[in-house]
């Protein structure tokens, strides 16, 4: 006990001597430089890839490469639109995420920049679907004369374990509510079912329609004459120049000096440096709008990082609402989710606690990517659900079950065996399937927390549980469908979202308002006890460089770990949209 005192005592005095460093590099710097400035006739230059949500909190994270978040970029883009010193703006695409939701907020800021009548320019060093998408914002678009075009269509591509499981001697005993509900079945088949494929398909298919329209209405052209396009991509470059879909071929200096856009040298501020030259308004007694993040799986506890992603705790999260609800300055509520669910009992905590907010203040729901089965369970509180087009949500079902290992501990010359008093105490056994009357029981708790669902979900929608149930059955919709189907109340982003909540708020358009974020910035006690967090996130990015691999890791690695046996969960499937 005395070794392990001392262990800890040894390893929190690094922790503090490492703060102190850090400090002392922080003021260094301070006193060193001034930082970035921004002179007249600059260019913002964004180079986009796939964001974040939230910022990382460790303690390395100002100085290890990290993802701008959505918010950075979507406010940097907004300052640039009326900074008399910003000439233009220059899109760099590098990469692009896993979903659409983020991809639209960007390219949706884009548009309302060229509004202000300054040039917007995009430089494709490699053109995919997303990239392309992003690039038909900006009035001219540029592809290096040795990178394809490579723009043909949507294609949608889900693992399943089955098959790996068999092999093993491993049986998945899972039990879902909803046709639709599919995410069991990563484990559960060998491919698509009929009501898998036919929800996949839809999704693919909305998801095709926006894109296609989106070029369509930016290239000046007919979406039958985009579609007819896309079915003889990927372009050569000269094959994409002589069907109109970009406007010139060349390299960045070249882009550079035919677009009157300062790219590189002194008049070329990046993303990051213009974020550091903003002022913050709202101090003093100005109102304040809170932002509430849901990031990554939602499960019970305390908020944290796995090797999977970020995932929201209950704890954690109803913490933040209760902060914020009885904050008197906090005049509304924003809750930012990207999230595909995950455990029931955490969501309804989430909930709970988000409806006494509603009672007090206005609360606005932003969906990013993802807001599905729990995901969208936690946004029912609502006065007001936003979206993108692309976001992935409704889900609205629950699964559980268990996986039997015994005849893979057999395969390895081992027995799981136990003992049990009561006559369900042996029910979440791993060495056997369920009873039938276990599997009447699950059945029985799974059915609840179903009907529970669709009650909640008619009665903040202002429906029937007949008609919700007719759209939910763990289907997932784009929200552009959710829209249409009355489950999603706008189109837009964040912004939108905080624009609403103000308005509900009665806060003056001319008056000062005070962002406040959840999570908030890490104390200095909790940098000291995970110092290292924000290297744990580089690492993995670097490992897995691209969001789809990311994704994949996940898959393999599985999330279940982070909830409790037996637990039911509200979750969607994995989707990986390329």
Known sequence: MALRRGTGLVLALIGLAVVVSAAGLVFSALLVGGGPTVRQGSTLVLRLGDLAEVEPLGLFSSWLPSRPTVRATIDAIRRAKTDSRIKGLLVVPAGGATLWGKVQEVRDAVLDFRTSGKPAVAFLEFGGEQEYYVATACDRIFLLPTSPLDVRGLATYEVFFRGTLDKIGTYPDLVHIGDYKTAINTFTETGFTPAHREMAESLNGDLFSQLVDGIAARRSKSSDEVRALVDEGPFLPEDALRAGLIDDLAYRDEASRAARLAIDGDRAISLDDYARTGTTSGFGRADR????????????????????????????????????????????????????????????????????????????????????????????????????????????????????????????????????????ADMNSPARPYSDAERAKLVEQLQAFYDGFVEKVAQARRSTPEQIDAIAQGRVWTGRQARDLGLVDELGGLERAIAIARERAKIPSTAKVEIVVYPPKRSWYELVADPFSSVRTAIVSQILPRPEERAVARSLTSTLHLFRRGEPLALMPNVFVR
């Open 289 to 424: 709008i809170a932002i509430i993040y849901i990031v990554g799986m939602i499960t019970s506890g305390r908020s944290g990082r796995a090797t999977e992603g970020e995932f929201s705790g209950s704890d954690t999260i109803s913490e933040y609402v209760r902060r914020a609800r009885e904050d008197a300055r906090v005049k509304a509520i924003v809750v930012r989710i990207d999230s595909p669910g995950g455990s029931s009992v955490a969501s309804d905590v989430i909930w709970h606690e988000l409806t006494l907010a509603r009672a007090k203040k206005p609360v606005v729901v932003s969906m990013s990517d993802l807001a599905a089965s729990g995901g969208y369970y936690v946004a029912l509180p609502a006065h007001v659900i936003v979206a993108q087009p692309a976001t992935l949500t409704g889900s609205i079902g629950i699964y559980a079950g268990k996986f039997v290992t015994g005849g893979t501990f057999e395969k390895l010359g081992a027995r799981v065996d136990g003992v049990s008093a009561g006559r369900m």
